[in-house]
């Protein structure tokens, strides 16, 4: 099959399962395709985690789901050595880190100590264990969730690691018709128990490859820095996005070109991608957050007043 095939059957399959949300499922790709992460701020029930598990079953991916807890610790993540009485030496557990695809479920109920570890995990794509470092699989992808609507016993992400993060999105309420449609989905069965894999990790990894030789022009490089100057120029914002904010959307912006069947990027790739990859890097002053002004709705604003390259 060809990358356009590719990308379709996951899409396809995945939406045997998540009705309504194609949008999001591009993002997901797009965020696997980046080598990147992602972070969804949700209310519970909307899908997440069977978004997930989904998109692990299409590519045939090892998935692992860890619950995190406030009493969970760095070493049940990333394993432990435990010494063998046998041989006399220590050996390696590995822990639930080491698979292709994690599902970080809660990320805020568990201590800054242990949000560090995966966070460490995901920059790396390594863990060290007693003076040893082992390779994480290749590709590795982490899902983080948190719950936006509960405080109590959760620490938050600081804005620093969340900026570790590729992409922060909400996946949000279904349509009527959709919900209609949802319900008509599970009246007999689940349709992620029937689900099946439409491709293997070869062809994810090769993707990645194709990702990697998209071509982008200066003029739209110039485009992803004067979007990004602007988040720290515009008067809401206290802290704009870093460097690492431009080079994210450049990755994503040459993985949405993919997505549209183009070797190139165009200015729609970049706005396309945009406020999901930048919402999580901004920071605002408290008086625009009294107003209720959403990190959202001012990359949306500057995305309309950014001049958009004419040639490219």
């Known amino acids: 099959m060809g990358?356009?095939?590719?990308?379709?059957?996951?899409?396809?399959?995945?939406e045997k399962v998540i009705v309504g949300k194609t949008e999001v499922i591009k993002i997901f790709i797009a965020g696997l395709l980046s080598r990147g992460h992602i972070l969804i701020e949700d209310i519970?029930?909307?899908?997440?985690?069977?978004?997930?598990?989904?998109l692990a079953k299409s590519i045939n991916a090892n998935f692992k789901r860890i619950q995190f807890t406030p009493d969970l610790l760095p070493s049940d993540i990333t394993g432990v050595s435990i010494f063998n009485q046998q041989t006399s030496q220590f050996e390696f557990k590995p822990g639930p880190i080491f698979a292709n695809i994690i599902l970080a479920d809660e990320v805020n109920r568990t201590t800054p100590r242990t949000q560090s570890g995966l966070l460490e995990a995901m920059q790396e794509y390594a863990v060290t264990v007693d003076g040893k470092t082992h390779k994480l699989p290749e590709p590795f992808f982490v899902i983080a969730t948190q719950n936006p609507i509960e405080f109590y016993g959760t620490y938050p992400l600081p804005e620093a690691q969340l900026d570790r993060f590729l992409l922060r999105i909400s996946m949000g309420y279904l349509e009527d018709a959709e919900e209609v449609k949802l319900l008509e989905h599970r009246l007999t069965k689940d349709p992620i128990d029937e689900?099946?894999?439409?491709?293997?990790?070869?062809?994810?990894?090769?993707?990645m490859a194709s990702v990697n030789a998209i071509h982008i022009n200066k003029d739209i490089l110039v485009y992803i820095v004067r979007i990004i100057k602007s988040t720290r120029t515009h008067p809401d914002i206290k802290l704009g996005s870093s460097p690492r904010g431009s080079?994210?959307?450049?990755?994503?912006?040459?993985?949405?070109?993919?997505?549209?069947?183009?070797?190139y990027v165009i200015p729609s790739d970049v706005k396309s991608i945009a406020i999901p990859a930048l919402n999580h890097r901004i920071i605002l002053y408290p008086s625009a957050l009294v107003k209720g002004t959403k990190?959202?709705?001012?990359?949306?604003?500057?995305?309309?007043?950014?001049?958009?390259?004419?040639?490219v």
């Open 44 to 54: 519970p029930g909307v899908g997440k985690t069977m978004l997930v598990r989904a």
């Open 195 to 207: 689900l099946g894999p439409v491709i293997n990790l070869m062809d994810i990894l090769s993707l």
């Open 3 to 14: 990358n356009q095939a590719v990308i379709e059957s996951i899409i396809t399959n995945v």
């Open 295 to 311: 990190p959202q709705e001012i990359v949306k604003e500057i995305l309309e007043k950014t001049p958009v390259p004419v040639e």
């Open 247 to 263: 080079l994210s959307l450049m990755h994503l912006a040459k993985a949405y070109a993919l997505l549209n069947n183009r070797d």
